[in-house]
């Protein structure tokens, strides 16, 4: 009988884990704080902006928002970003992407101090996965399997785990951190030969392609884990993964829901990554 590596559990363990260490820091004097800097209304970004508000207060840290023009200038954006960077009561800088135009995310993702980089925008902190150092601040999206297959017991050491997408965003980072775990790697992209004969060879199956419902029972084997990174618009007003799941669900060992799983432990994995960052200030 497949299992289903839902998200819930593992929220649940991580949030009350965080509870306690911002408690401790608390009883040191010391308020775990996020900033949030928005640039513009995109109802995409109020709606996520709102939904970590309401995780940061679940496990009391606090929150301060940076509200900006649309069409802020690059020279103020830059003094924004220099204030709260300065701010030694904002522990962490979450800044929501894409950004207009006239602002370059090449430049900004130099600006915003690696010790208050909570995403991972700072080359510096994906240079620490790079060689093998996960003491620091992680990438959300791979933290966040990488936290799912540890409370599901997946074996990693010796495993075979297939990577498909190659992004600096997940791909790349996330096969590093099961490098780190001693899995054998291999990272797959669309022009990969024979891609579904590489996949279902795998213990390990991770769909990051972007591409809604690619992966079906021709990629899988019945004891194949499948972790599901994508989150994808199904074109009925719901999401959907990279995996086609009602095609694959009965086939497998082990697989992640969309909704319900990767996407839901990413925010912990940000809270995480927020109270690491005060614990070092």
Do not use: W
């Not at 640039?39 to 301060?64: F, M, Q």
């Not at 023009?69 to 020279?75: A, K, P, Q």
């Not at 960077?85 to 600006?111: A, C, T, W, Y």
């Amino acid at each position: 009988m497949t299992q289903i590596l839902n998200a819930k559990p593992v929220v649940q363990a991580m949030k009350e884990n965080l509870r306690q260490e911002v408690a401790a820091l608390q009883a040191e004097g010391k308020a775990p704080t996020l900033g949030i800097i928005r640039v513009g209304s995109r109802p995409d970004d109020v709606y996520y902006e709102n939904n970590i508000i309401k995780n940061c207060e679940t496990v009391g840290i606090a929150t301060k928002t940076y509200p900006l023009d649309l069409n802020i200038s690059m020279e103020e954006f830059t003094a924004v970003m220099t204030q709260v960077n300065d701010d030694p009561s904002v522990h962490g800088i979450m800044l929501f992407r894409p950004l207009p135009p006239q602002l370059d995310e090449e430049v900004i993702k130099h600006l915003i101090s690696a010790d208050k980089d909570i995403d991972c925008m700072s080359p510096l902190n994906l240079e620490k996965v790079f060689e093998g150092d996960m003491s620091g601040l992680l990438p959300c999206t791979p933290a966040a399997v990488m936290a799912i297959l540890r409370h599901y017991d997946i074996e990693l050491k010796g495993a075979n785990a297939v990577v498909m997408g190659r992004s600096l965003v997940v791909g790349k980072p996330l096969s590093m951190m099961l490098l780190q775990d001693n899995a054998t790697v291999t990272i797959c992209h669309s022009r990969t030969r024979n891609l579904p004969e590489v996949a279902k060879n795998a213990d390990i199956v991770i769909a990051a392609m972007g591409r809604a419902r690619m992966i079906d029972d021709n990629y899988v084997a019945e004891n194949s884990i499948v972790i599901d990174v994508g989150i994808n618009d199904a074109g009925d007003g719901k999401i959907c993964g990279d995996v086609d799941y009602d095609a694959v669900v009965d086939k497998v060992k082990g697989i992640t829901p969309v909704p319900g799983g990767v996407g839901s432990v990413t925010t912990t994995i940000l809270l995480n990554n927020l109270v690491r960052a005060c614990k070092s200030q």
